[in-house]
């Protein structure tokens, strides 16, 4: 089963995740450093939704945003 919004087509995106350290100039600081940066991976939100199209149900899995729009 695809993690995949069956409306829009929205799915998982790649992102860098930064790991920081360090105090903040603002607060009194000398600057927050970057330690390490890797992948990861962002899933849409998913919900199972229930439609009723002609007199037949369909199961969908939508993401919340179009179940907002559809519901």
Do not use: D, F, W
């Not at 998982?12 to 105090?23: C, E, F, H, L, Y």
């Not at 939100?45 to 907002?68: A, D, E």
């Amino acid at each position: 089963m695809a993690k995949v919004c069956e409306v829009c087509g929205k799915g998982p995106i790649v992102v860098n995740s930064v790991i920081r350290r360090g105090k903040a100039r603002a607060a009194g600081g000398v600057g927050r450093k970057v330690t390490g940066v890797t992948k990861r991976v962002q899933k849409p939100n998913l919900q199972p939704l229930t439609v009723t199209r002609g007199g037949v149900s369909l199961r969908l899995r939508v993401c919340s945003k179009c179940r907002k729009a559809v519901a």
